[in-house]
């Protein structure tokens, strides 16, 4: 369980169990963490690298497990020029430790206690918290209705695309709304534009209904999204939001 | 403290890193990295502020509270100052530019006993700062980045900036400081992070 109240977030060593390449840029690690001491769906973790002459990199990394899950997971899009992604994508091996510290954040989290809607917004790797609250949803007893509108570059590019699938068809209460920015395949039957005004209005449910709502992504997916929603009438109170930007890991 | 001893001498295997140079890296806290973009990171969606209702208070243990308008706010004597910030998700942007009126500017003439502020913003954010940590050429409320008006994502038209501490205190959309005897978690520090915030001793989080 989380305590409630201040206490120390210690460094830990998790091992390396299992590596899952879910795109060709971006890879899940299962990690065997014995002291992990729990986590809510949408907090982060963060990542500490040492080098054999005590040169020291860190970086935080949204949690992508549910709290359900055995092991703890996180989904991380390796950046060419970055420093820590193109280690844990690329080198870290299965059996390899690694020191995290978590978990990180209490605002941007999904209880999943409560049967309001929850509408999800995600671009690119902003999925990974998302995806959290959507493993957690797939293990709470009453289930809230969600939807989740994923944006990516490509088909190639959808992270968690068999498993969002898997999910939405085994569960009315899921969709799952697919846009790519950047290609039109054949047969494809979802969006193939940038997040705008008709297609969230096409995605969310109207105002009125009291909604719990997370948007993820690049910053200005993010503030594209968010001012959408605003400009449609979301109390802004009630959209949690998450940004990163070019540079990073 | 930082709970560093459990796992002294872990290495991680084939990490070697890229190593900046040592003339920015006494520069760099600890567990920081350099940026030169300027990343945005908020809570929520980024608010629209109308200027003619826009004001600037201090408030709370003062006898006579203050308030200006962006006009009056605007004809503050202003300083220009040149900063290294860093942000609690690791990244620092060294030597930013910003222009805007010194909190000490603000303070002249206040009698307070109070040792504590929330500074306080539009769509309700706060943070906590203690106020010798904004006073004394400490901290300013700014409205230009770099020569130019401040962007809405970056806290515009007036954030608040007190580069000594972690930039989640440096508030986005600020719109006053209410002066406490107590001192009070604001947005972040109710929400796991640490309640002072200080880059070189790594205060990222409850504990820290």
């Avoid at chain 1, 120390?8 to 890879?27: D, K, N, Y």
């Avoid at chain 2, 006579?64 to 998700?89: M, N, Q, Y």
């Avoid at chain 2, 038209?157 to 400081?177: C, D, E, M, Q, T």
Wanted: hydrophobic residues 35%; negative net charge; proline residues 6%.
């Amino acid at each position: 369980m989380i305590s409630r109240g201040p206490r120390l977030i210690t460094w830990q060593l998790g091992v390396l169990a299992e590596i899952v390449q879910e795109t060709p840029r971006v890879s899940s690690l299962y990690f065997d963490a014995p002291d992990w001491p729990g986590h809510l769906a949408g907090q982060h973790v963060d990542v500490r690298l040492t080098a054999d002459d005590g040169y020291q990199a860190e970086r935080s990394y949204s949690i992508a497990s549910a709290p359900e899950d055995r092991r703890l997971a996180l989904t991380v899009e390796r950046l060419d020029d970055g420093e820590v992604s193109p280690y844990l994508v690329g080198e870290l091996r299965v059996g390899d430790k690694l020191e995290l510290r978590g978990p990180i954040g209490g605002y941007f989290v999904w209880r999943g206690e409560e049967e309001r809607p929850l509408l999800l917004i995600g671009g690119g790797s902003g999925v990974v918290p998302l995806m959290s609250m959507l493993r957690h949803r797939s293990h709470v007893a009453r289930k809230a209705p969600a939807r989740l509108l994923f944006s990516s570059r490509t088909l190639a590019d959808v992270i968690y695309h068999a498993e969002l699938e898997h999910l939405s068809s085994a569960d009315g209460g899921l969709r799952v709304f697919h846009t790519l920015t950047r290609e039109k395949p054949a047969g494809w039957t979802g969006y193939t534009r940038r997040i705008d005004e008709a297609m969230v209005k096409e995605v969310v449910w109207p105002t009125q209904d009291m909604v719990d709502v997370f948007v993820c992504g690049p910053t200005s997916f993010v503030e594209a999204a968010a001012s959408l929603l605003v400009a449609m009438g979301y109390d802004p109170r009630a959209v949690k939001t998450e940004r990163f930007g070019a540079t990073g890991g | 403290m930082r709970d560093t001893h459990p796992l002294m001498g872990f290495v991680s295997r084939g990490f070697r890193g890229k190593r900046r140079d040592t003339a920015s890296s006494a520069r760099v806290p600890p567990g920081q990295y350099v940026v030169t973009d300027f990343p945005v990171l908020s809570a929520g969606p980024t608010p629209r502020v109308n200027l003619d209702q826009w004001t600037f208070s201090i408030e709370g243990e003062i006898d006579e509270p203050k308030r200006w308008t962006w006009k009056e706010f605007r004809a503050l004597a202003a300083e220009t100052v040149t900063k290294d910030i860093h942000c609690v998700t690791k990244w620092s942007k060294l030597d930013t530019t910003w222009k805007g009126v010194s909190v000490d500017t603000l303070m002249e003439g206040v009698e307070t006993a109070a040792e504590f502020t929330t500074v306080f913003s539009d769509a309700g954010y706060t943070t906590n700062i203690p106020l010798d940590d904004i006073t004394g050429n400490k901290a300013w409320v700014v409205y230009e980045f770099d020569g130019q008006p401040l962007h809405p994502e970056h806290g515009g038209p007036v954030r608040f900036l007190v580069p000594h501490l972690y930039f989640w205190k440096s508030a986005k959309w600020v719109r006053g400081i209410r002066l406490q005897n107590e001192e009070h978690p604001g947005f972040w520090e109710s929400n796991g992070y640490n309640m002072y915030g200080d880059p070189w001793r790594e205060q990222r989080y409850w504990g820290d």
